[in-house]
């Protein structure tokens, strides 16, 4: 091992300032709030089939937001110097329960009547929770953070630095949103064969979502061989065009859903796919910041978490639009409320790269 491999991490109690890391760790159970409340009062309106998928989806995101605050707070208080053991445990452990929470609730919903409501509420708040999963898995990535500084005052063949996640351990963490992902497509194929209405809107929803597990894939692995000391110089876009076709696949998709057909059916999925895409453009921000600075530096670092505030407009104004074209035609009405989670989701992953550029800078 050199020389300088002793030296201290860069990263210490000051580079975040106590505010703005308050700040930054609100955003996403803000969100959470939005997303819970937003899915309670929908669910409080009229009991059609709409506002009962919209609202639980909506209720659903929830446990989403809360994983991307256990990998705000895992961060941070390591960037403030106020981390211990206790929260290394208790933030991923946190989000994995809600994750499965998650998971429960959809299986109860999709089993509890047999409705076209219930199955596909069900099983996409099932994705959902295997999303929620995959975040938690970058909270306990993350558990290592700071070590990311020391690893790059490495040499590439010096191994990992002492303290790092270990072989076994790496394979594991990226091995929980791989699997997610297979679960999910095999779920979403399932679905789709049935061939019925219920099952063409849940089964692509559940695309969409593996996609996003997909690409989670890629956070998750940048993180953690970046913190065994492994990340190549021949990987550090290779996973950021794994994130890049997950989101292009989910928004040609949605164009797909949404335009090969007049049936009033396919205007939510194909809604719905074209935000998860954007989700997952908003993810790229992560991973691109991560490879973008790794050893070497960017000047522009600070402006990639603009992105997903592109992401969550971009929502926003799609679920204005269709909000408008609800009132001629109501088959817009659960893409425009689920695309105003999304908007959120998207917003709360600003506040996960800004805090990555922060803590990398």
Same mark, same amino acid.
């Given at each position: ?8 991490? *860069? ?20 969100? $959470? =709030? ?27 995101? /929830? ?6 605050? /256990? @990998? ?6 390591? !960037? ?14 946190? $989000?994995?329960?809600?994750? =499965? ?21 069900? +099983? ?12 938690? /898995?970058?909270?306990?990535?993350? #558990? ?17 630095? %002492? ?11 990226? #091995? ?8 999910? &497509?095999?779920?979403?194929?399932? !679905? ?15 695309? $969409? ?11 998750? =692995? ?8 492994? &990340? ?15 989101? /292009?696949?989910?928004?040609?998709? $949605?164009? +797909? ?40 530096? &960017?000047?522009?670092?600070?402006? *990639? ?5 592109? #992401? =969550?407009?971009?929502?926003? +104004? &799609?679920?204005?639009?269709?909000? %408008? ?34 803590? @990398?800078?």
């Amino acid at each position: 091992m050199n020389e300088t491999a002793r030296d201290p991490p *860069i990263l210490s109690g000051q580079a975040m300032n106590h505010t703005i890391s308050i700040i930054f760790r609100a955003i996403p159970l803000l969100m $959470g =709030a939005v997303c819970l409340s937003y899915g309670l009062y929908i669910l409080a309106g009229r009991d059609d089939a709409d506002h009962f998928v919209a609202g639980h989806v909506n209720v659903g995101l /929830t446990a989403i937001c809360y994983a991307l605050f /256990t @990998t705000a707070a895992t961060i941070i208080r390591q !960037l403030i110097d106020r981390y211990g053991r206790v929260w290394g445990i208790v933030l991923p452990l946190s $989000g994995y329960v809600v994750a =499965a929470a998650a998971v429960i609730w959809g299986i109860v919903l999709a089993t509890r009547d047999n409705t076209a409501q219930n199955l596909t509420a069900g +099983f996409v708040v099932i994705g959902v929770g295997l999303v929620a999963a995959c975040v938690s /898995t970058v909270a306990a990535a993350s #558990t290592k953070f700071t070590l990311i500084q020391s690893a790059q005052l490495l040499n590439p063949l010096d191994g990992p630095p %002492e303290g790092a996640h270990s072989r076994t351990v790496g394979a594991v963490m990226i #091995t929980v949103p791989a699997a997610a992902a297979v679960v999910g &497509f095999c779920l979403a194929t399932g !679905l789709l064969v049935r061939g019925d209405t219920p099952g063409f809107v849940a089964g692509h929803v559940l695309i $969409g979502l593996s996609a996003i597990c997909t690409a989670l894939i890629a956070l998750v =692995a940048s993180i953690v061989r970046q913190v065994r000391n492994a &990340f190549s110089d021949g990987e550090r876009f290779a996973w950021a065009w794994l994130v890049g076709a997950a989101g /292009t696949v989910n928004a040609v998709l $949605g164009l +797909f859903v949404l335009f090969s057909s007049s049936e009033p059916y396919r205007l939510a999925p194909g809604c719905v796919l074209i935000g998860l895409g954007l989700i997952c453009f908003s993810i790229l921000s992560k991973v691109l910041l991560l490879a973008l600075v790794w050893r070497r530096t &960017f000047a522009l670092a600070n402006r *990639i978490p603009l992105m997903p505030i592109g #992401t =969550a407009l971009t929502c926003l +104004f &799609f679920a204005a639009f269709l909000f %408008e074209a609800a009132d001629t035609q109501p088959a817009f009405f659960v893409g425009a409320h689920v695309l105003v989670g999304l908007g959120a989701i998207c917003f709360t992953l600003f506040s996960i790269v800004s805090i990555l550029e922060e803590g @990398t800078s």
